[in-house]
Nanobody
Framework: EVQLVESGGGLVHTGGSLRLSCAAS????????IEWFRQAPGKEREGVAC????????YYSDSVKGRFTISSDNAKNTVDLQMNALKAEDTAVYYC??????????WGWGEKEYEYWGQGTQVTVSS
């Protein structure tokens, strides 16, 4: 059984940093992608950053490019999201999700490729 557990959320001031971690267990696929999504109040969930387990290629939304960095440690089965220069509009619940069978990332394909989801962690950026 695949389980994803996010941690690291919290309250931070504008311009501050947070590091989110997604601990994965039960991943038996040869290839998969892990993506961080977020959902702000009253808005649709959106993809933020994705990393491939195969070649470690990464993808970022325009809104976070240059500020967020996704990284993975396959030995520990964790995927981190380092978030710098945080803005009020980054406030959201952040989720990690796994898309099995992908050698890259299903970037731009939306959520339908992601079969497993964590419970989410709240990030609040105050001005």
């Amino acid at each position: 059984e695949v389980q994803l557990v996010e941690s690291g959320g919290g309250l931070v001031h504008t311009g501050g940093s947070l590091r989110l971690s997604c601990a994965a267990s039960g991943l038996t696929f040869d290839d998969y992608a892990i993506e961080w999504f977020r959902q702000a109040p009253g808005k649709e969930r959106e993809g933020v950053a994705c990393i491939s387990s195969t070649d470690f290629s990464t993808y970022y939304s325009d809104s976070v490019k240059g500020r967020f960095t996704i990284s993975s440690d396959n030995a520990k089965n964790t995927v981190d999201l380092q978030m710098n220069a945080l803005k009020a509009e980054d406030t959201a619940v952040y989720y990690c999700a796994v898309a099995p069978g992908w050698t890259g990332c299903p970037w731009g394909w939306g959520e339908k490729e992601y079969e497993y989801w964590g419970q989410g962690t709240q990030v609040t950026v105050s001005s």
